[in-house]
């Protein structure tokens, strides 16, 4: 996952672009790279119905 946001890092860089990027089976990764990139995270959990958090804009969110 970090080496394909690396790559998306480049090619933003390259472009000067950015795009959202979706990371599936987040739960497999503990940390990301830092990236332009606006990043949702997609990840497996216990709920039963859709779940969305957000957090404000320019706020780092802690990764885990």
């Known amino acids: 996952i970090n080496s394909g946001l690396d790559i998306i890092n480049t090619l933003s860089s390259f472009h000067k672009t950015t795009a959202p990027v979706f990371i599936d089976n987040r739960e497999s990764v503990n940390r990301l790279i ?13 709920d039963k119905s859709l779940r969305v958090e957000t957090n404000k804009k320019g706020e780092l969110q802690a990764q885990n």
């Open 34 to 46: 830092f990236s332009q990139s606006q990043i949702i995270n997609m990840l497996v959990s216990l």
